[in-house]
């Protein structure tokens, strides 16, 4: 990390250049929000952020773009995981860093930052500048911070209604979980690096550069983001026992976790012998019979709560939403 910190945002003595892209349809009231993050920011001392809402067409990535271009040191994105990964994507090799202000109801770097849906933290982690550069994973022309996945976890995704999700949160996964539950294996072909390839018959293969998946629960304990690595989980569980037993290994952090394979490598390409779902981040890309996933070291700068070397992203998080609620009172009684 130390190569890199030469390209961290200073800002200088004032407040930092900011934009918020915003995803209009995870937003309940938007010029509350604008009035919430406009106040405690100048109270913090930072100028008035410009303000970029994403479309259909445009989850993220364009708006992005346009704001570097305008020249700003952090960009907030507000929104779910489509919208972060968006705004990921237009910022990998940038010197510009990234905040995540939580809206949607999955948002997996957020889980992994420990700030759920709160805001404030998210805006207290930004105007306290912790700064860390993390690797991100790249297939195709996208990326992502946490994980990509092909089989049963974007076929849960796919299955999680909306509706559902808006209701009670990240539960409703559970719900989509339970329908692929029997659902056939698929056969794939696991290249890693230039190690001979391993073959087998799977529910899910997940390439994570983050360990931690909704709920809090850690897959990966292994997995950092910034070591220079991807971690690689092969599930195999064939029955509804073998599920149970797999999930309760992980709830329980076990050392070995039954039907499920870990590997670890820099560069991951899997081939299934029919097309599959497949997502990044907890949103669904196009199906497809092969995911070729690459880390990218020490390509993003992401806000996030104090000290910098924790191994855990939120680590602190929590005292950061209160020194977070104390900015955002201060900005109403302004």
């Known amino acids: 990390m130390d190569a890199g910190q030469d390209r961290r945002p200073s800002g200088g003595d004032g407040g930092l250049r900011s934009a918020v892209v915003v995803n209009p349809a995870k937003v309940a009231d938007l010029d509350k929000l604008r009035r919430t993050v406009n106040d405690a920011l100048a109270v913090a001392g930072w100028p008035e952020p410009q303000w970029f809402e994403t479309t259909v067409d445009d989850p993220g990535r364009g708006q992005t773009e346009q704001a570097v271009k305008a020249g700003v040191d952090l960009i907030f994105a507000c929104g779910g995981d489509g919208t972060v990964m968006s705004c990921v994507s237009a910022l990998v090799g940038t010197d510009v860093a990234l905040a995540v202000l939580p809206q949607g109801t999955g948002n997996l770097l957020a889980a992994n930052l420990g700030l759920s849906t709160d805001l404030a933290a998210g805006l207290q982690v930004a105007v306290e500048r912790g700064r860390r550069l993390l690797d991100v994973g790249a297939v195709e022309d996208q990326y992502f911070t946490?994980?990509?996945?092909?089989?049963?976890?974007?076929?849960?995704?796919?299955?999680?209604?909306?509706?559902?999700?808006?209701?009670?949160?990240?539960?409703?996964?559970?719900?989509?979980?339970?329908?692929?539950?029997?659902?056939?294996?698929?056969?794939?072909?696991?290249?890693?690096?230039?190690?001979?390839?391993?073959?087998?018959?799977?529910?899910?293969?997940?390439?994570?550069?983050?360990?931690?998946?909704?709920?809090?629960?850690?897959?990966?304990?292994?997995?950092?983001?910034?070591?220079?690595?991807?971690?690689?989980?092969?599930?195999?569980?064939?029955?509804?026992?073998?599920?149970?037993?797999?999930?309760?290994?992980?709830?329980?952090?076990?050392?070995?976790?039954?039907?499920?394979?870990?590997?670890?490598?820099?560069?991951?390409?899997?081939?299934?012998?029919?097309?599959?779902?497949?997502?990044?981040?907890?949103?669904?890309?196009?199906?497809?019979?092969?995911?070729?996933?690459?880390?990218?070291?020490?390509?993003?700068?992401?806000?996030?709560p104090q000290p910098e070397d924790a191994p855990d992203l939120s680590d602190d998080a929590q005292s950061a939403g209160e020194r977070g609620e104390r900015l955002i009172e201060e900005a109403r009684r302004e």
């Open 146 to 304: 946490v994980m990509a996945g092909m089989g049963f976890d974007a076929k849960m995704l796919e299955a999680t209604n909306e509706t559902t999700k808006a209701r009670i949160g990240w539960p409703a996964y559970v719900v989509g979980a339970m329908k692929h539950l029997r659902d056939r294996p698929m056969r794939v072909q696991i290249r890693i690096d230039d190690r001979p390839p391993v073959r087998r018959r799977v529910r899910s293969v997940l390439i994570a550069n983050v360990g931690r998946l909704q709920g809090g629960v850690h897959l990966l304990t292994e997995a950092e983001p910034d070591d220079g690595w991807l971690d690689v989980a092969v599930l195999t569980p064939r029955n509804l026992r073998h599920w149970l037993a797999l999930g309760w290994a992980v709830i329980r952090r076990s050392g070995q976790v039954p039907q499920m394979e870990v590997f670890r490598g820099r560069t991951v390409v899997v081939t299934s012998n029919r097309p599959q779902p497949r997502e990044l981040d907890g949103d669904l890309i196009a199906p497809g019979r092969r995911l070729h996933a690459e880390i990218r070291p020490q390509a993003l700068w992401l806000c996030v």
